[in-house]
């Protein structure tokens, strides 16, 4: 079982950035796969960036050069760094760790508007 919270998002204006965290708890961390994934209203959750236990990292088009995802094993943690936001990157940013299952945290909001 792993529990997951996500924190950072907020308002920023357009060209902005930020950066979210991801705190795990109740499993081996290293062990899973970690990623970001986002909701617009009226949209099917999309994912955005994925770290592999190893570290090696993919990413959606919509976001590759101005996203980064990085982890700290040493605290449990997973990071979206966002640059350049973008009014449609307007979103509910959701963490997910994964292995042999799938878990979500329970979101933080991102909106980006002048």
């Known amino acids: 079982q792993v529990q997951l919270v996500e924190s950072g998002g907020g308002l920023v204006q357009p060209g902005g950035s930020l950066r979210l965290s991801c705190a795990a708890s109740g499993s081996i961390f290293s062990l899973y796969a970690m990623g970001w994934y986002r909701q617009a209203p009226g949209k099917k959750r999309e994912s955005l960036a994925v770290i592999s236990s190893g570290g090696i990292t993919t990413y959606a088009d919509s976001v590759k050069g101005r996203f980064t995802i990085s982890r700290d094993n040493g605290k449990n943690t997973v990071y979206l760094q966002m640059n350049s936001l973008k009014p449609e990157d307007t979103a509910v940013y959701y963490c997910?760790?994964?292995?042999?299952?799938?878990?979500w945290g329970q979101g933080t909001q991102v909106t980006v508007s002048s």
């Open positions: 997910n760790a994964h292995n042999t299952r799938n878990y």
